[in-house]
């Protein structure tokens, strides 16, 4: 698929027809309405932090290791180049490595690039989250990174930008708190992230099933033990799991 964003070209491609993967995107304010109902679009971002999880990062933020591990995500606004300011959500593995290379630094940290994002739409608005191949580094850790740490010193003026109606802190609500707020004339749209806990789950719905640990597909019983029904697969003996 023969397609150059802003003139940068495509990197890698596994399957044209659904996955596009680009490299140094940048995204200008007509592209943060970007919509693509034809594929997954993945790109490497790079740009200087302005929150992480609702921390200025001028005020040195304090990331608790704990929380993140409980959450399983840091949120971070990010902004690229004079681009608009974007969500961008680090899911476990890269949220925890996110963490440790933020704290291993001295001072703090303000440039920040993530391999493999996707993007998203969270609420109205264009957000970016990670992917179980994403790799995060930061300031001086390659090229990229010290390219952009070079520009931002060159431009400090970009560095204090701030959009206000996209840079928004976390506020942990009940439920309750949610629907109040739902109902009144006046509010604005807002996007809720809830965390629920699973009570029961009911066998033989058509979305339940036993599959393969390593393949996923879904296994039969034979008369001894169970079986994949993948062809390709088509082991015996298998271990299953809910899926």
């Known amino acids: 698929m023969a397609m150059k964003p802003h003139g940068k070209s495509i990197v890698s491609s596994d399957n044209d027809e659904k996955v596009i993967f680009f490299k140094d995107l940048s995204l200008g304010p007509h592209e943060a309405q970007l919509r693509c109902n034809y594929c997954d679009v993945y790109l490497d971002v790079v740009g200087h932090m302005k929150l992480v999880n609702g921390q200025s990062i001028v005020e040195a933020p304090v990331l608790d290791e704990v929380e993140i591990a409980k959450a399983r995500s840091v949120l971070i606004h990010v902004q690229s180049h004079d681009g608009p300011v974007m969500k ?4 476990d593995q890269a949220a925890r490595d996110f963490c440790k290379k933020f704290k291993s630094y001295e001072g703090t940290p303000t ?12 609420g ?3 957000a970016l ?3 179980s191949s994403s790799r995060v580094f930061m300031d001086y850790d390659v090229q990229p990174t010290i390219d952009y740490f070079s520009w931002l010193g060159s431009n400090p003026d970009i560095a204090e930008q701030v959009n206000a109606e996209v840079v928004t802190k976390r506020e942990t609500m009940t439920i309750g708190e949610i629907f109040s707020y739902i109902e009144q004339e006046s509010a604005k749209d807002a996007f809720f992230e809830c965390t629920a806990t699973i009570d029961d789950v009911v066998h ?7 599959a393969r640990s390593g393949c996923h597909s879904k296994v039969s019983k034979g008369p001894t033990s169970l ?15 809910p899926q």
């Open 204 to 210: 033989g719905s058509s979305w339940y099933y036993i």
């Open 227 to 241: 079986i994949c029904t993948n062809k390709k697969c088509g082991k015996v003996n298998v271990s299953g799991v």
């Open 129 to 131: 989250t990670s992917m």
């Open 111 to 122: 440039v920040l690039l993530v391999t493999t994002v996707k993007t998203k739409t969270l």
């Open 124 to 126: 109205g608005t264009l």
């Open 88 to 91: 961008l959500y680090l899911w």
